[in-house]
Structures are given as C-alpha cells and as structure tokens.
C-alpha cells in the first residue's frame, strides 16, 4: 500500500490564483480530512468527510472548498489564493470512525504540500 | 474551546536518557488523546492512541499516561536513541468537537550522541 500520497509536494501561487490540492489513499478508508499547519498555530483543521459524496466544514474552512466523489480521493481546491493562505498542508485518512468519538483507530497523514503565495 | 499545551516546547537530551514530555488540555471531556511524531519536513506519524476510558498505552519504548481529571498526558521515552529526535505533539478529540482533532504546537525534542 502507498497509504496517503499528495500532490504536489511544493507550490507558489500568485495572489488571486486557484489551484487544486490532490489527496488519495488506497486503504478504503472512510474518514478524510485536510489540515493546515503554521508556526505557533499548530495544525488546524480544514475540510473533512466521513464517507464518498458527504463533506463537512472544519476550524478554518474559508477560501477552500473540497469533494468526495471517490473513497479514495479528497481533492482541496483554493478558490483565489491570497498569501494568508501560505502554510502547509496535510491530508489525513482513518479507518474506523464514529460520529461522536472520532476516530477510533490511527489516523494515517501524507507527506504534505507545502504551498506559497506571493 | 478547547486549548493543548505543550511543555517543554524544545528539548535537548544526551544519549541514553530516560525523558517525559507533557501535554495538557483545557477541557477534560475528551474521547481520545493521540501522540504524533513529525520529522522535518515530513508528515505526521501516530505513535499512541489513548481513550478516555483507558489509563495508558505503551510501544517498545515509549509509554503514554493520560489523566482525564486534570486534563494530562504525558509521553514516557526510555533509554532515548539519536533517531528519537523529532517533534512530538499531542492531540486530543473533545466530546463536543464532533470529531475534530485538537492539536498542540509540539514538543521539538534533539537526542545527542
């Protein structure tokens, strides 16, 4: 299994750019989400979905948008890339999730992409 | 809202050391508290998943307590190993989070040979 793979792994952006994010895992897992990590911020999250064709908002949810089509993958679209957005971004997938627990197994993340905008 | 701190923020041990890390979190009503650990410029690595029903975890080396009460955690590292260095953060899902992780900043922990 390659687990979760994104890409790309490095991108600058103009202000006022879109760009897509791409996540996929091949584990069937059910649970994706996308988090953001900045310095003295910690990681915070995004967008995340409990299954293909449900999505729901995260932390800091303005200025992406995502979808589920596929149990596989969990794309993150910026919409109008603005240097606010300059962070890196992390993917993250689990097996067993519950509606009021969370996870109740590993949550297994990608290498991230690291994403700049000037 | 839930806050996770983390102390020490940066840690810096000789080889061989026994070390704790702490974590702590504002709001006692979790389900789950996870240890992580990142390497520079790379993604997050579960090491211990801890439920709230539970009093510790432990893997080889490493061993997890968590005090739901006082709102603690910490993560025990025996006989620390250069390839131990890293960040080690700490995440907790709250009982009305819906899910969500709540992430601390992180431990950056140096073993020296």
């Known amino acids: 299994n390659a687990g979760v793979t994104q890409t790309p792994k490095f991108q600058v952006l103009k202000t006022g750019q879109s760009m897509t994010l791409q996540c996929a895992q091949d584990?069937?897992?059910?649970?994706m989400s996308w988090y953001r990590q900045d310095p003295g911020m910690g990681l915070r999250l995004i967008h995340y979905?409990?299954?293909?064709?449900?999505?729901d908002q995260g932390e800091v949810p303005n200025g992406y948008n995502v979808s589920r089509s596929t149990t596989e993958d969990f794309p993150l679209r910026l919409l109008s890339a603005a240097p606010s957005q300059t962070s890196v971004y992390f993917c993250?997938?689990?097996?067993?999730?519950?509606?009021?627990?969370?996870?109740?197994?590993?949550?297994?993340f990608g290498p991230g992409t690291r994403l700049l905008v000037l | 809202k839930q806050e996770v701190t983390q102390i020490p923020a940066a840690l810096s041990v000789p080889e061989g050391e026994n070390l704790v890390l702490n974590c702590s979190f504002t709001?006692?009503?979790?389900?789950?508290l996870q240890w992580f650990r990142q390497d520079p410029g790379k993604g997050l690595t579960s090491l211990l998943l801890?439920?709230?029903?539970?009093r510790e975890q432990t893997s080889g080396r490493l061993n997890a307590s968590l005090d739901k009460s006082s709102g603690r955690s910490t993560l025990y590292i025996a006989a620390s190993q250069p390839g131990d260095s890293a960040t080690y953060l700490c995440?907790?899902?709250?009982?009305?989070?819906?899910?969500?992780?709540?992430f601390g900043e992180g431990t950056q922990l140096t073993v020296n040979p």
């Open positions: 993250a997938s689990s097996h067993s999730w519950d509606s009021q627990q969370g996870y109740q197994e590993t949550q297994y």
């Open positions: 584990m069937n897992h059910e649970y």
């Open positions: 979905s409990v299954g293909a064709g449900i999505t």
């Open positions: 709001d006692s009503a979790i389900y789950n």
């Open positions: 801890i439920q709230s029903s539970q």
């Open positions: 995440a907790v899902v709250g009982e009305t989070s819906g899910s969500r992780l709540t």
